[in-house]
């Protein structure tokens, strides 16, 4: 799999430059995500590839959300967000008539549109916008032991997207998974204000939660 995708388990491993490969920061003046209930927030590193179209190119170490790591890869190396961009879905005219399947997808066994009054909505829009980054990822996101261990994935505009392990054990999952969890929100069941807010939060039965809310980018 050309994304090799992990969660650190301390921010001094989230900068840990593998010997074999080149190392990318995030930008300093980028914002800490909020607390998100009791939950322990970690930061997510990915090991990109430096050609978006060729999966044995070198990979490089990028550190943030999906939003972050494309930036620092279009500065390194112009051109490879157009790449990335490419055969992305096109914003649909209203965000609850949005079409996807879940077959293959771990069970659902609840979802929460108002479990905590510090939340505040996000833009629907600016959510989709992270749900289509995160199906277009082919590797998988790994987590370590919960309960309450999460890594915001994607935040752009004031809409953050997280993913929590609430497991005793390291959790492994497709990215597709967690953007069809926050989707599943979208899907009619979370929206507010005719369809452009959203906040909540998706539970699957095999320990795991995806959030959707506002927070600082």
Request: proline share 5%; charged share 20%.
């Amino acid at each position: 799999m050309w994304w090799s995708i992990f969660i650190s388990l301390a921010a001094t491993l989230a900068f840990f430059e593998v010997p074999t490969q080149a190392s990318l920061r995030a930008n300093p003046r980028s914002r800490r995500p909020n607390s998100t209930l009791s939950y322990g927030i970690v930061p997510v590193s990915w090991d990109i590839p430096i050609k978006a179209d060729d999966l044995t190119s070198d990979t490089i170490t990028v550190t943030g959300t999906i939003q972050e790591a494309i930036t620092q890869m279009e500065a390194a190396y112009p051109g490879w967000n157009a790449t990335f961009q490419a055969g992305l879905p096109a914003a649909p005219g209203n965000i609850s008539d949005i079409s996807f399947s879940t077959a293959g997808d771990p069970e659902i066994d609840h979802y929460n549109c108002d479990n905590d009054s510090k939340w505040k909505k996000a833009s629907a829009n600016q959510i989709w916008v992270g749900v289509t980054y995160l199906w277009k990822l082919t590797g998988t996101a790994k987590n370590g032991p919960g309960p309450g261990n999460c890594g915001r994935v994607s935040c752009s505009w004031g809409a953050a997207i997280y993913w929590c392990n609430d497991d005793d054990e390291e959790k492994e999952l497709q990215w597709k998974w967690i953007g069809d969890g926050a989707n599943y929100l979208l899907d009619g069941r979370c929206l507010s204000e005719q369809g452009r807010r959203v906040k909540g939060q998706t539970f699957y039965k095999n320990k795991w939660n995806v959030i959707v809310r506002r927070d600082d980018c």
